[in-house]
């Protein structure tokens, strides 16, 4: 049976079906602290947001932000790998692949100190923002 995606926009939630699958469903809030971590990153690597989501790898310095994105979304906020990687538009497996790169580029002291700050920025950010919230493991 060939696969249909509906995606139907509502206030409250994004559905999307997948065949027979049950849907996913990406809240609101959830899509306000994706975008609260893309507004994080790209602001402290000095890049539009849309650079974030471009469909080509760019240059080595937007790929390294786009997979600090994706690993501060993985690891800070415990979204799964897949619900990322549809997000950025990417593999699940460029995901985790990103999220290895980053832990692996932490054993540099000026990285580990620029990812720590992030994730206390969005820690605090989080705690803040009325209109999103940490995801339940």
Known sequence: METAEIIKRDEACHLAWAGNKAPHVVMQNDLNALALVDELVSRTYRLPRS????????RKSVAFARQVAMYLCHVCLSYP????????????????????????????????????????ALETMMLVTPLTRMRAR
């Open 51 to 58: 650079a974030l989501h471009a469909g080509t790898r760019c």
């Open 81 to 120: 790998l897949k619900d990322i990687a549809e997000y950025y538009q990417r593999d699940r497996t460029t995901v985790a692949y990103a999220c290895r790169v980053v832990e692996d580029r932490r054993e540099e002291e000026e990285t580990e100190l620029l990812i720590n700050s992030l994730e206390s």
